[in-house]
């Protein structure tokens, strides 16, 4: 018989926000280099991110339906069918919650339903089974399991769980309770993108930025700091001792390299980056963006804290 979970076994929420604000550069470079890489993956799929962001959003659907009704379905039960159905497509929600103009969401949808990702039969809607291989989460699973796995061991340092979890155990227990644990990772990717794309104008420049802040991130000279989420605010510009050109730039992420030069451009106008004396770009925010930067590290952190503290929950007690 199952043992009943012990509720003093629950990680605390204030424990959690309190203790990633204090070690934010130790998870930094593994959170900024996962959100990155997952836009980069997002454009090599479909060379549009907004094309992606509606086919994620449609899949959404379908975990939203089974947090709802309480239905727990494993990573593998999940991408064994051979097609996933959705409830519907409204073009105005799809465009209002990503962000995106309602003409260029209903031409997106088009484009998937011609590339026969998108299937209807009556009055049914259908993901095709060719377009699972495009949303399993492979490496995103990796990255969400590290990023768990090196908070719980923040967390045990601090004596606020027993047990670290190493990165596959973590990935082992969100497989098995994989429909609840995606579920709050989208719930988290959405949000955290959507309100970037308030701040800038398109996600192939959210992917620009991006990239470059996980490299400044993850530059060894600046990683090994232990710094607090505000003071990492404070002096991640001009971090990265090396930074990326345009070319380095399109080689990663796949976007044509006139492109990157063109969402330079507007990033470097609008004070989140700049050319070094090497002429290579690099985090530098003026105070403008460096105060909307406070506002949207805070609600970050408060989204982060909530997407650990569910599923470090949900694998350990249940």
């Known amino acids: 018989m199952k043992k009943l979970p012990s509720i003093s076994s629950a990680v605390n929420e204030r424990d959690v926000r309190k203790l990633i604000n204090k070690n934010f550069s130790t998870l930094s470079p593994i959170f900024f280099r996962f959100v990155s890489d997952w836009l980069i993956d997002a454009y090599n799929d479909f060379k549009n991110i907004d094309t992606y962001m509606i086919l994620i959003y449609l899949v959404n659907n379908d975990f939203k339906f089974y947090r709802k009704n309480d239905v727990l379905i494993d990573y593998e039960t999940f991408y064994r069918d051979k097609t996933l159905e959705i409830k519907e497509i409204k073009i105005i929600e799809i465009a209002n919650d990503l962000l995106i103009p309602k003409e260029s969401a209903r031409r997106k949808i088009a484009e998937l339903e011609q590339r026969g990702v998108i299937k209807r039969k009556g009055k049914k809607i259908f993901i095709d089974r060719s377009a699972y291989e495009t949303v399993k989460p492979m490496s995103s699973l990796r990255h969400l399991s590290l990023i768990i796995s090196v908070s719980s061991k923040i967390l045990e340092n ?3 769980i027993e047990k670290y979890l190493n990165p596959d155990e973590v990935s082992n227990g969100i ?8 579920y709050q990772f989208y719930k988290f990717i959405f949000a955290y ?4 794309k308030k701040l800038l104008p398109d996600y192939e420049v959210i992917c620009v930025l991006g990239l470059v802040m996980a490299n400044a991130a993850t530059d060894k000279n600046f990683k090994l700091r232990e710094l607090t989420a505000k003071k990492w605010r404070e002096e991640i510009s001009n971090a990265d001792s090396y930074g990326l050109n345009a070319m380095s730039i399109s080689d990663i992420t796949g976007i044509p390299r006139p492109t990157v030069v063109r969402k330079l451009k507007i990033l470097i106008d609008k004070g989140w980056m700049s050319y070094n004396e090497k002429k290579l770009v690099t985090i530098d925010l003026t105070k403008e963006t460096g ?4 506002q949207y590290q805070e609600k970050t952190l408060d989204m982060l804290s909530e997407l650990i503290l569910r599923i470090l929950n949900q694998i350990t007690i249940n």
């Open 158 to 160: 601090n004596n606020k």
């Open 175 to 182: 497989k098995r309770r994989f429909s609840f644990c995606w």
């Open 193 to 196: 993108y959507v309100r970037l």
């Open 291 to 294: 105060a909307k930067g406070k």
